[in-house]
């Protein structure tokens, strides 16, 4: 992995860790008002979950070039 597709992974791992944050916020703010709208809960938390998994493959990239 050259330098420009690395800095192009760690911009990735950061704006999904900006909507990864941003989900949480609005869950949290969905979640306050009763009643809320599940499907809309079961959505957002679905979202962040592939986030989530987004991120353990993105991080999983560097470090397995960093090993070898």
Aim: hydrophobic letters at 35%; a negative charge; aromatic letters at 2%.
């Amino acid at each position: 992995m050259d330098e420009q597709q690395e800095r192009e992974i760690r911009e990735r791992i950061g704006a999904l860790w900006s909507e990864h944050r941003d989900l949480d916020d609005m869950i949290a703010r969905v979640s306050e008002r009763a009643p809320y709208d599940q499907l809309q809960m079961q959505r957002m938390k679905k979202r962040k979950l592939s986030i989530k998994d987004q991120l353990s493959r993105l991080e999983n990239m560097l470090i397995d070039d960093i090993i070898a």
